[in-house]
């Protein structure tokens, strides 16, 4: 004869156990597949509050529970889905907060809008610029060379090279100041 070892199976929810030890037995057997469930579908803190929330209504309604006699775990998991439900349409609803001292304007979060509208500013007031004066700008500031080097390339005296660059910061200097006049 062949003997088959059960498996140790939870102890049943006993009508004559006092509440705390149901619980506690209770917690013991589904808080951690419980608290994984959760975790699937919301941060780690929400899921600690949703778990918590689950087991108070368990300790709520253990007179109900005891009397049922099916399992508890899918009654566990059916709340902690509602309560699921439940904080996302109050998510939903409540508009997100930013702290005071935490703005778009001390976070540099703009979205790329104030970048992509700042090369137009620039894009512009290059533009403006005559054709010698850029062209100097371009070799010192864009491609990093020297005015002397600049000048040499642009084959024109390294004086000129300086006055054009003077000129065109100036120029520059001007349009954004006029633009941020406007932008004010």
């Known amino acids: ?29 589904n808080a951690g597949p419980l608290r994984s469930y959760v975790r699937r579908f919301t941060t780690e803190a929400e899921a600690d509050d949703i778990v918590q929330e689950t087991f108070i209504r368990a300790w709520r309604h253990l007179d109900h529970l005891r009397a049922d006699g099916r399992p508890l775990r ?10 699921l439900a439940d904080a996302a349409r109050r998510n939903r609803r ?30 512009a007031a290059l533009r403006r610029l005559p054709a010698g004066q850029l062209a100097v700008l371009v070799e010192s500031w864009v491609l990093g060379a020297s005015l002397d080097t600049a000048a040499q390339h642009l084959g024109i005296p ?20 006029r633009t941020e006049r406007v932008a004010s």
């Open 1 to 29: 004869m062949v003997t088959t070892s059960q498996l140790p199976r939870p102890v049943p929810l006993l009508a004559a156990a006092p509440d705390d030890v149901l619980l506690r037995q209770l917690y013991t057997e």
């Open 74 to 83: 899918p009654w566990l998991l059916r709340v902690a889905r509602h309560l």
């Open 94 to 123: 409540r508009p997100a907060t930013v702290p005071v001292e935490v703005t778009a304007a001390t976070m540099g979060v703009d979205g790329g809008l104030d970048r992509v509208l700042d090369q137009q500013v620039l894009s």
């Open 158 to 177: 390294a004086g000129t090279a300086r006055s054009r660059l003077h000129y065109a910061r100036h120029a520059l200097r001007g349009h954004l100041a």
